[in-house]
């Protein structure tokens, strides 16, 4: 079966660096995407991963590595405010985009 | 620019009844997807829809589940006869292409069976 495999959960202080690891198993692979989800919102796209590398956006880097079939995504000098939930999300080819379970950041003072 | 649109955001319905959800896409956006998020879960894709066809529906229930997106109009997701299990949060997603790299997101329609 298709899957994203991802930590359910990562706590962190203001001010650190955190990073949230995406494996994928899928058919079929174009790319990979992160979402941020706070509570009771709706997804908000974050980036878009088609190539090996490392794409910068501001506090926000992603990371792909398609011969390992993995990514991550990190976030620099934490605020409170990245407290949410983030998803990565394979584009998969085809209509269907597959999203992982999420990952919890609970950002502490 | 009015981004996407969903209503209603709550929506309560008790068991048997029939719960209809409305998604507006952006403006220009000729692609709809739908997804529902239960609790603590990510996001399960059900529908993708063009205007006035359906191009992917493998992730639908095949019972009780139906969406449209109509030539004119909103794109509607309809649940007849809801049950307990169907709680969850609905959201839609639109594009201006059938790339699914980027998708823009709606607030979501949080329903409520009772």
């Known amino acids: 079966g298709q899957s994203l495999e991802q930590p359910s959960e990562v706590t962190a202080v203001e001010g650190a660096i955190v990073q949230i690891n995406c494996t994928y198993q899928?058919?079929?692979?174009?790319?990979l995407s992160w979402y941020q989800q706070h509570d009771g919102g709706a997804p908000t796209f974050l980036s878009y991963n088609a190539l090996d590398g490392l794409e910068e956006t501001g506090r926000f880097s992603s990371f792909l590595s398609r011969s390992d079939s993995y990514g991550y995504l990190l976030l620099q000098e934490l605020q409170m405010k990245d407290s949410a939930s983030y998803f990565c999300a394979a584009d998969t080819g085809g209509f269907k985009t597959i999203f992982g379970a999420g990952t919890r950041l609970f950002v502490k003072a | 620019n009015a981004g996407v649109m969903q209503n209603p955001r709550h929506l309560v319905r008790r068991r048997g009844q029939e719960a209809r959800l409305r998604c507006s896409p952006m403006?220009?956006?000729?692609?709809v997807y739908w997804y529902r998020q239960l609790p603590e879960e990510g996001l399960k894709f059900m529908v993708y829809?063009?205007?006035?066809?359906?191009?992917?529906e493998s992730g639908m229930p095949k019972e009780r589940f139906s969406a449209e997106f109509p030539k004119e109009g909103p794109s509607i997701l309809r649940i007849q006869q809801v049950v307990r299990g169907d709680s969850a949060a609905y959201f839609c997603?639109?594009?201006?292409?059938?790339?699914?790299?980027?998708?823009?997101f709606g607030p979501g329609t949080r329903l409520t069976v009772l």
């Open positions: 403006k220009g956006h000729s692609h």
């Open positions: 899928t058919s079929g692979f174009y790319g």
């Open positions: 829809l063009q205007k006035e066809n359906i191009i992917d």
């Open positions: 997603a639109s594009s201006p292409n059938p790339n699914t790299d980027t998708q823009y």
